[in-house]
């Protein structure tokens, strides 16, 4: 199975409920009846992890290692005072 999405946070979500909600509450439970059903949601965990890798992996490499600095970030006192003041 493929798993396209790029958000993390549904990525995170999906494997909890695969792992949580599917194999431990529903399919091991229910011991022989459904044995077959439990390597094909263990392979979907993983390969919904190894998605949630690489969504990560990409994130870290597009939006924090090719951050480029602006002066507006290298001046912080001089913002910090600028969001006082308005807040005031």
Do not use: H, W
């Not at 792992?19 to 091991?28: A, F, G, V």
Request: proline share 3%.
């Amino acid at each position: 199975m493929i798993v396209r999405t790029r958000d993390i946070s549904v990525l995170c979500t999906f494997i909890r409920i695969l792992k949580e909600e599917i194999l431990q509450k529903l399919l091991i439970p229910k011991g022989e009846a459904v044995t077959a059903f439990i390597p094909v949601i263990q392979r979907l965990i993983e390969d919904s992890q190894g998605r949630l890798i690489f969504v990560a992996e990409t994130f870290i490499r597009d939006e924090i290692q090719s951050y480029e600095l602006t002066r507006k970030d290298i001046n912080y006192p001089e913002n910090l005072m600028q969001s006082m003041l308005s807040s005031s």
